[in-house]
């Protein structure tokens, strides 16, 4: 392994450069560390929430960049959504297991800052 690069066993024999441009898992990374999808992982970590449900809690997100959060989410395969065939139609977000996964350390990160901050306040 050369110097500053971590590779790591994937699927099927394949190797992840994750610091190299080209890395899959950056997406992935990028994605969860963007400005709201690290709230909306954190949002769904104990409950499933609807579209509004979801937007009303994380406040200062609008709708267009909470679909625009949800629509990569679901491509990383992090969180998945359920549509009720009503009028209008309920669409429903949840954490998949590996959303649940990687959004168990975000989590206890969370944590640790706000306890941090209490102490502190």
Request: neutral net charge; charged residues 25%.
């Amino acid at each position: 392994m050369r110097e500053g690069t971590q590779l790591r066993q994937g699927e099927a024999g394949n190797r992840y450069e994750v610091f190299h441009t080209d890395c899959p898992a950056r997406d992935v990374v990028d994605h969860v560390t963007s400005r709201w999808g690290i709230w909306v992982l954190i949002s769904l970590r104990s409950t499933d929430l609807r579209f509004y449900e979801l937007r009303d809690s994380i406040q200062g997100i609008s709708e267009k960049m909470l679909a625009q959060t949800l629509r990569v989410l679901v491509q990383d395969d992090l969180v998945w959504r359920k549509v009720e065939p009503t009028t209008p139609p309920q669409v429903t977000y949840g954490l998949t297991g590996f959303g649940q996964d990687v959004g168990a350390p975000l989590t206890d990160l969370f944590d640790r800052i706000t306890q941090r901050l209490a102490r502190s306040g």
